[in-house]
């Protein structure tokens, strides 16, 4: 599985953490910035992120900046994005299921533990394909095809 990942610069240190962690298990990861703890726009970098998951570079995405808000906002502006911010595994599940989001954000000060927990339930999730869930997504695509 290839995973994208991108910080702003307060998201840099879990950023290389978790990169770490996810080649230790096996997943290719595409870094797409930043690069070091010098102050950065993390539209810059949430804007390469959606556009290599927008356009199957990679299969998901992992956001992160200093609340996870931020990056997530900029994100969803890219068309085809639905990044959810989340706080635990138990919501990176439910984004999956009901939503099929393909990135997932969360803010610097998410321990490596939990980030690696979230990662790893938002993309071992599936989605759960419901009718409902499906006629919710569709609105949204219509939504953005028309505006």
């Known amino acids: 599985m290839k ?3 991108a910080s702003d610069h307060r998201g840099y240190k879990l950023k290389e ?10 997943y290719e990861i595409i870094d797409y910035g930043t ?7 993390y539209p810059d970098y949430a804007f390469k992120l959606g556009e290599n998951v927008r356009n199957k570079n990679v299969n998901f995405g992992i956001a992160i900046c200093g609340s996870g808000i931020g990056i997530s906002i900029a994100c969803n502006k ?9 706080v635990n595994s138990a919501e ?3 984004t999956r299921l009901d939503n099929d989001a393909n990135i997932v954000a969360f803010g610097e000060k998410t ?3 939990d980030a690696l927990n979230i990662v790893e339930t938002f993309i ?5 394909n419901l009718e409902k869930h499906v006629r919710r997504i569709n ?6 095809e028309e505006n």
């Open 124 to 128: 071992t999730t599936p989605f759960s």
């Open 17 to 26: 953490k978790l990169k770490k962690e996810l080649l230790k298990r096996n």
């Open 92 to 94: 990176a599940k439910v």
């Open 3 to 5: 995973i994208g990942i």
């Open 139 to 144: 609105k949204i695509k219509k939504y953005e």
């Open 35 to 41: 690069y070091s703890e010098e102050s950065t726009d």
């Open 78 to 86: 890219v068309k085809g994005i639905r990044c959810a911010k989340v």
């Open 111 to 113: 321990s490596i533990e």
